[in-house]
């Protein structure tokens, strides 16, 4: 039984639905659960699901939490005869301890990383930490995320890092075609950036570090939507990048626009194990990054992409000012990017090492 809380198809869910591929293959029987408010459409994350054939239950809640959640989920134990319930985010453990602790059901939590954009998330961090402690185990994505559940006495925690497959990442018409509907000129220099626009994603500091580019001819794609889109636009008009820098909202043709950049940039201040950067990796688009969460796993830097300090929009445009006009350092980073990515972020491995833990629970 599989408990993840998401409406968009982001990183926790991307990594659900590749392990859920790979549990046929290993005759692993599941049941996906999400949520979504009663009466609303489906969401990006349940029609994917439904599109892919998954075994899919869905909670209906009638506003952002309530007890029914609880009464339906136990039904979907007892209809399913579940073993293992396996729980994504603060919403899912909080439902998997109640089940763990009426049913003595096996639980294995996942923890992805943190956001902090208000005292709300804060809460919700906080109550993560505290409900994990009673899983069977707990899976980090990166060693800092272990290391932070260390030292909040969390027992029992073992990293699997996220891992990546092209195939899955989807497109439509391609990054020519894109560039093109975007006017793009085929000599611009495009810059791009993927996630969800909240604080500790940190774009303010790639705008403004956009601002002081040098080079002419560039374009800042940001893709993602989130709470700051105004105030980041209005940002972009203060400083005269309204035609430098193009909003692109959320988007599921994600594969089109790693075709389209030539450069990502990952501005956070907080991250756990960035499923973007192994993205931009495998689609051979070089990433200068932040030095946040499990990002030194990935990238050595001046190796196979640069790491710069966090929250500080000198260090990006230094940087970017550096490698945009260095066609030989660009191409000497990219030849080396997809053995970077695989074998050690291949979804079989990470599939291999999550059954293992659902065969010691079983035991």
Request: proline fraction near 2%; charge should be positive.
């Amino acid at each position: 039984m599989v408990l993840i809380a998401t409406t968009i198809l982001g990183g926790p869910g991307k990594g659900v639905f590749q392990l859920l591929d790979r549990l046929k293959e290993r005759d692993v029987n599941y049941v996906l659960v999400a949520y979504k408010l009663k009466g609303s459409e489906d969401t990006e994350f349940i029609t994917r699901a439904r599109n892919k054939g998954y075994q899919l239950e869905v909670l209906e809640q009638a506003g952002l939490f309530n007890f029914n959640l609880f009464r339906s989920a136990s039904h979907i134990l007892k209809k399913h005869d579940i073993n293992i319930i396996q729980s994504h985010g603060y919403k899912s453990h909080l439902i998997a301890f109640y089940l763990r602790i009426m049913y003595k059901a096996k639980w294995l939590s996942f923890v992805h990383g943190w956001t902090t954009e208000n005292i709300k998330m804060r809460l919700y961090n906080g109550l993560e930490i505290m409900l994990v402690r009673f899983s069977n185990r707990v899976v980090a994505v990166s060693p800092s995320i272990k290391n932070v559940l260390t030292r909040w006495y969390v027992g029992g925690v073992q990293t699997i890092l996220n891992a990546i497959d092209k195939n899955e990442m989807h497109g439509t018409f391609g990054g020519i075609e894109l560039r093109q509907k975007l006017n793009i000129g085929a000599g611009e220099f495009v810059i791009g950036t993927i996630g969800r626009l909240s604080p500790e994603k940190g774009h303010k500091y790639l705008i403004e570090a956009i601002a002081k580019v040098k080079q002419n001819g560039i374009k800042l794609l940001i893709v993602g939507g989130g709470p700051l889109t105004d105030s980041l636009a209005k940002l972009c008009n203060e400083l005269g990048l309204s035609e430098t820098v193009i909003f692109c909202g959320h988007k599921q043709n994600i594969r089109d626009y790693y075709e389209a950049i030539n450069l990502l940039v990952l501005p956070s201040l907080k991250e756990g194990l960035p499923n973007v950067v192994l993205e931009a990796m495998i689609m051979n688009v070089p990433v200068i990054s932040t030095d946040v969460g499990g990002i030194r796993e990935i990238i050595t830097d001046g190796y196979n992409g640069w790491i710069i300090e966090a929250g500080s929009a000198a260090a990006i445009a230094n940087k970017l000012n550096e490698v945009i006009d260095d066609k030989k350092q660009l191409a000497s980073i990219t030849s080396r990017l997809h053995a970077s990515v695989i074998p050690k972020f291949c979804p079989d491995s990470r599939a291999e090492e999550v059954v293992k833990i659902y065969k010691k629970l079983m035991q």
